[in-house]
């Protein structure tokens, strides 16, 4: 089955095949984008400017700066990934790199019947290069082969959600500021075996 993410081996020796269903391995070369699971040890800083990065409009107003601010922000990621982590303790929690260079984070929980995007973020240099759209693909290829729905909660206002509308996600709910999307596969047409 083709894939354009390619999944690097851990340290460990565990693919990513070996969590919970995870990406499938097939690399279009072409591509250069690779997962590997976070290692909390050495992808912190990283992961804290994807976070940032990601809330820059959020994180402007505020009234301080240098070290105070910086603070805020990492607590502010750090609750952030423990409740992720505590609320989701099979989600697979990969770095996205690009050409072997990091770029982004990918979370994703495979559940009872879907395939749930918890978050997909990549750094400024890296986003509107088909990166997410790429990534997005490969788990609804994944959710269509195995009848599964994918879903995700996207920030009302959030640019991304273009990228979901254009992929076929609908809206299924809503929990405070955020939209609950859900794509599910085509109907087997009438008579095919599946």
Same mark, same amino acid.
Not at 12 to 33: C, E, Q, V
């Given at each position: 089955m083709p894939s354009s993410v390619r999944c690097v081996e851990a340290?460990?020796?565990?693919?990513?095949?070996?969590?919970?269903?995870?990406? !499938?391995?097939?690399?279009?070369?072409?591509?250069? $984008?690779?997962?590997r699971p976070v290692d909390p040890e050495t992808d912190?800083?990283?992961?804290?400017?994807?976070?940032?990065?990601?809330?820059?409009a959020?994180?402007?107003?505020l009234p301080w700066s240098g070290e105070r601010r910086d603070e805020f922000i990492r607590t502010r990621y750090?609750?952030?990934d423990r409740y992720? !982590?505590?609320?989701?303790?099979?989600?697979?929690?990969?770095?996205i790199l690009i050409d072997d260079e990091?770029?982004?984070? $990918?979370?994703?929980?495979?559940?009872?019947g879907e395939i749930r995007i918890?978050?997909?973020?990549?750094l400024p240099a890296f986003r509107g290069r088909g990166v997410g759209?790429?990534?997005?693909?490969?788990?609804?290829?994944?959710?269509?082969?195995?009848?599964?729905?994918v879903t995700i909660h996207v920030a009302q206002g959030n640019g991304a959600r273009t990228l979901y509308d254009r992929l076929g996600f609908q809206q299924a709910g809503t929990a405070g500021v955020y939209d609950l999307l859900e794509w599910r596969p085509p109907a087997p047409a009438s008579g095919s075996v599946r």
């Open positions: 340290s460990s020796g565990l693919s990513a095949h070996d969590h919970t269903g995870a990406f !499938r391995a097939a690399a279009r070369s072409r591509s250069g $984008i690779a997962l912190t800083e990283l992961l804290v400017a994807v976070y940032t990065s990601t809330r820059a959020e994180f402007a107003p750090g609750a952030e992720w !982590r505590e609320q989701r303790p099979m989600a697979r929690f990969d770095l990091p770029a982004g984070r $990918i979370y994703v929980d495979r559940l009872d918890i978050d997909i973020a990549l759209t790429a990534l997005v693909l490969d788990l609804l290829e994944e959710a269509s082969a195995e009848a599964l729905a």
